[in-house]
């Protein structure tokens, strides 16, 4: 069974930066794709950054440049850099198995001065 724990999230202030981080179980890792999704309140959910097995990566335009998404298969881990953090980043953030159906807790991120 796919778990999933994200973690890093909190409270920042406009401009500042936070790095999340997704470890993932039940799956061989490395030859999956992940990505970071998020949702604010009374918004739908929306994928803001994803990552291939191979490491290539593709951004929302409302986080490019801003965000970086990456990963260590050694650590079956994978990260969000958030940079220049606005209020509209406000969102519970969860991580994802591109092809799989589970979801993990998420983790909020608050951007408020």
């Known amino acids: 069974q796919v778990q999933l724990v994200e973690s890093g999230g909190g409270l920042v202030k406009p401009g500042g930066s936070l790095r999340l981080s997704c470890v993932a179980s039940?799956?061989?890792?490395?030859?999956?794709?992940m990505g970071w999704y998020r949702q604010a309140p009374g918004k739908q959910r929306e994928l803001v950054a994803s990552?291939?097995?191979?490491?290539?990566?593709n951004y929302a335009d409302s986080v490019k440049g801003r965000f970086t998404i990456s990963r260590d298969n050694a650590k079956n881990t994978v990260y969000l850099q958030m940079n220049s953090l606005t209020p509209e980043d406000t969102a519970v953030y969860y991580c994802?198995?591109?092809?799989?159906?589970?979801w993990g807790q998420g983790t909020q991120v608050t951007v408020s001065s």
């Open positions: 039940g799956i061989n890792f490395s030859f999956n794709a």
């Open positions: 994802k198995v591109l092809a799989g159906d589970s």
């Open positions: 990552i291939t097995s191979g490491s290539f990566s």
